[in-house]
């Protein structure tokens, strides 16, 4: 990955996808206890059709035929309605309940009936989702809705994009942890304005494609309430309405609590995820190239989970601005993700998402059980360089220490306070800086020292005792003689030493002040060292201006 383009990953991490993973496995295993057994097994078949429009809309119908009388079942989304609709033979009964681990989403519906004169029984079901297809152009993103029926049954899948349309990627996301496979379409091929796709339908799964659209360029709006904007495609600009009013009451609070405001405007932008992105469920980023300082980027795919989940997300996101605006060091990953976390989900149970906060803070509490939480030094090594596939312990770490110092000593009013401190740093280069920070704030170093160490963190200077170690040496260094030459040597190295720790930068310090300490214990040593590379740099000098005067008087 290029330096350059780093991003902050996350926003809720690989969290996200995870979900969708584990959701679909609950059905998977789920499915058997609560569905008929089918006597039958290759006299029927599912067929599914995904149409999508220009604008992303999709159309679903799912044609069902048997050449049996009998039971069967599928399962169907529980957030939209659905009709059905009977061509051969007679529906007779029908239930649908909801799915274990399905959530709001996914139910099971199950259905006898009876075949024609001919043997044969025909329905389709039908339902319309919209913008459920993901399209900024020319990039666009399609991952159909669960696809679940009696393994017995044949299944296929059509899936009908509207456009010229450049197929990316193609995938299955299976009900098994090994997540994604890659498939190619059975068929390819144009049909009037539409490219049409051709799959195999497994049951459990779900079919994703990633394309791009040609020769297209949409209709865009421009949506202002400084400091944001967002250029977005006018089919989403109802979900641009909603997220800049969400930026510009989230501004209100954390500009006041937290003390910062913007010097510039901040670009918002929609986007659609790559495969790799959506593998490693990159749910929004801020970047960090110098030409790209002041955006928030967020995930179209973030409108297919429960409602408020892009609002959490875009509030994480905008913490980051308010956390890099204290000088943080981005190598101190850990920091700017707990800080961001820790901001965005208090924010969010203020601004009337409190579902989804909670629902964010139950993720994190539930992959700590059983961490040892006086022991969370891993963080410290988390940077964009050395970062594992699955961070969310790292995101659950971080979040859980912030937390619990907010929570104990006065939440985001608290940080406001400790940002005002960090702000007057050069840099926040080290954790120490941090712990210092929130010491000050509280009116005594040590608690903050102490709080770092709760949790195990290291490295963590302890600037108490290095402020007394410089308050000594300054003492020490009055005593030494004025005639003595090394005095205006030393009292410069300590001026630089105490420099740098009043600028933060307190292991630099601390190294510095150590030698000092050594040196400080031997100013005659040290004088009569001076005088003697003095005499040494005369003697070489007087040297060289007798040999340079022999040269001429030859020449």
Known sequence: MDASRLLYRKGLDRGLLSVLLVVSLLLALSIASITPRVTYESTSSYTYRFMVDSDGNTYVSIGFESKEPGVSWLILPSYTRWTISVTNGSFE???????????????????????????????????????????????????????????????????????????????????????????????????????????????????????????????????????????????????????MELYRDAYRVLSSVLNIEFDGMVDVKLFVPTLQQFQEGVAGFVPISPSDLQSVNLNLFNLRYINGTMELVALHELAHHFVKSTGVSVDRLWIHEGLAEYISIELASMLGYGDAAYSRYNQHMQVLRGVRLSSLSFVQGWNFMNKPADTRLLYAASFYIFRHIGERYGGLGFYGKVFDILRSMDSVREDSVLATSIGLTLGEISLGLSEFRRFGLIGIVDTVSLSSLLSYLEEATKGIPELLVSKPILEALLSQITGLYSRGLYSEARMLAEVYQALLKLPYTLTAALYLILAILALVGLTLKRRIEEYYMES
């Open 93 to 243: 009964w029908g239930e649908f309940k909801p799915l274990p681990g399905g959530g709001p989403f996914w139910g099971n519906y199950t259905f006898t009936f009876s075949s024609d004169s001919n043997g044969i029984f025909s329905m389709f079901i039908e339902y319309f989702v919209p913008l459920y297809t993901f399209i900024v152009e020319p990039n666009g993103f399609f991952l159909s809705p669960l696809i679940g029926f009696h393994r017995g049954a044949k299944g296929s899948a059509v899936i009908s994009i509207e456009g010229d349309v450049k197929l990316g990627a193609a995938f299955y996301l299976s009900e098994s942890l090994n997540v994604i496979r890659s498939t190619n379409p059975k068929r390819t091929f144009v049909e009037g304005n539409k490219t049409i796709l051709e799959f195999d339908a497994i049951s459990v799964s779900r079919i994703g494609l990633t394309f791009s659209k040609r020769a297209t360029s949409p209709s865009m709006v421009s949506l202002v309430e400084p400091p944001f904007r967002m250029d977005i495609p006018a089919r989403y600009l109802d979900i641009g309405r909603r997220i």
